[in-house]
T-cell receptor, first 115, second 116 residues
Framework: NAGVTQTPKFRVLKTGQSMTLLCAQDMNHEYMYWYRQDPGMGLRLIHYSVGEGTTAKGEVPDGYNVSRLKKQNFLLGLESAAPSQTSVYFC??????????????FGEGSRLTVL | AQKVTQAQTEISVVEKEDVTLDCVYETRDTTYYLFWYKQPPSGELVFLIRRNSFDEQNEISGRYSWNFQKSTSSFNFTITASQVVDSAVYFCALSGDSSNTGKLIFGQGTTLQVKP
């Protein structure tokens, strides 16, 4: 049971390039999230999804797009990367609120550097 | 709006000392959940504990204990007899029921360094 898997683990981009981070979970979770972690700022929510075909903005959505075409996958895209998007990105999933409000299950993180 | 504040940015202790990590939260939800996560130097996020707003009973698990007080909106975490392996960043997080999105709001994190 792999849990939550993120690819790639590391990536270096030049300003203006585009890329997609893939998150895959095999726990049949409805809810999925993308967070970014920056020093001294904790984890901040970028976008999230409460089910297949749905997405919503989080706290810091600008410069990112997401898609949830399949229940198990949640993609995070950067159309034109900027140095301010240098960060560690974490994907997470969980069961729906109210069913059993369990913890988030996190991927291992993806370290992105934009030069 | 929901908010989690971890006022302690960094804490340094010597092994075997007890250490308490503070967490203060803000929410208008009557039903909510509080969490603690640990992030060791390897970078992964490890779930430690979850508490719901109706359960103020404090909990002890080995060297870890948690003190939840609704009156002061605090959910503090204590490590007894700290060890070098406890060195990590610790995050407190909050999830409220009203939005029905399940998203967690995280504090800024507290970096704990335990010296031998």
């Amino acid at each position: 049971n792999a849990g939550v898997t993120q690819t790639p683990k590391f990536r270096v981009l030049k300003t203006g390039q585009s890329m997609t981070l893939l998150c895959a979970q095999d726990m049949n979770h409805e809810y999925m999230y993308w967070y970014r972690q920056d020093p001294g700022m904790g984890l901040r929510l970028i976008h999230y999804s409460v089910g297949e075909g749905t997405t919503a903005k989080g706290e810091v959505p600008d410069g990112y797009n997401v898609s949830r075409l399949k229940k198990q996958n949640f993609l995070l895209g950067l159309e034109s990367a900027a140095p301010s998007q240098t960060s560690v990105y974490f994907c997470a999933s969980r069961t729906p609120q109210g069913t059993y409000t369990g913890e988030l299950f996190f991927g291992e993180g993806s370290r992105l550097t934009v030069l | 709006a929901q908010k989690v504040t971890q006022a302690q940015t960094e804490i340094s202790v010597v092994e075997k000392e007890d250490v308490t990590l503070d967490c203060v939260y803000e929410t208008r939800d009557t039903t909510y959940y509080l969490f603690w996560y640990k992030q060791p130097p390897s970078g992964e996020l490890v779930f430690l504990i979850r508490r719901n707003s109706f359960d103020e009973q404090n909990e002890i698990s080995g060297r870890y204990s948690w003190n939840f007080q609704k009156s002061t909106s605090s959910f503090n975490f204590t490590i007894t007899a700290s060890q070098v392996v406890d060195s990590a960043v610790y995050f407190c997080a909050l999830s409220g029921d009203s939005s029905n999105t399940g998203k967690l709001i995280f504090g800024q994190g507290t970096t704990l360094q335990v010296k031998p």
